[in-house]
């Protein structure tokens, strides 16, 4: 594969992971609260939900399968009820002592629902890889050009992961999340419930549009 574009799709992977969501949101919480191996945990879990996207993307793309619409219905649902019924736990907390933070207590399970239940994360990387095989030498997608695509993607996928957990594992973020860490938990929630009736929404509107 080209060098170039192999930068271009690593870069992608990094972008994909480290923009600001849910998934940032439970990372800082985790890091902040309980230090970096948790947030290991649910990051691990989230990306068998990117590749397992990626993977279905790309074979999209090369022709061996196609996803129909109404699965995006029914994971935009899912992935706002499960938004909410997080974002609410984590409001309704009522100290210290009783917010840990989305996650804790089943980083892992919760990274892997995070990732799988994002309907978002198709569409991306269908758009994603689509338009680096465009800039391909060939301007088609085959199984081989794929599989290197897909390293490539995954590699940013690493160092996003890693970038996240560095920057949210660090002092100042650890000091400042434990002073205010029932408010900051309340907040996510909020975010969380804001994100969940987004997609619930999205889901709605797109069954009216049929």
Known sequence: MDPILALQAIAAGIVYVVT?????????????????GRAVRFLVGHAVGDVTWAVLALAALVGASRIGPGLFQALGVACGL????????????????EAPPVGADAPLRTGILFGLTNPKAYPFSLAMFGALAVQSQAGTMTFGHA???????????????????GWTGLP??????????????????VIFIAFGAKALADASGFVRAR
């Open 20 to 36: 600001p969501g849910p998934a940032t949101l439970a990372v800082l919480g985790l890091t902040a609260a309980h230090g970096r």
């Open 82 to 97: 499960y938004l909410i019924v997080l974002g609410w736990r984590a409001l309704t907390t009522k100290s210290d002592a």
């Open 147 to 165: 599989a290197a695509l897909l390293a490539a993607v995954s590699a940013g996928f690493v160092i996003g992961s890693a970038i996240s957990i």
């Open 172 to 189: 100042p973020v650890r000091r400042l999340f434990a002073r205010f860490r029932v408010w900051i938990v309340r907040l996510t929630g």
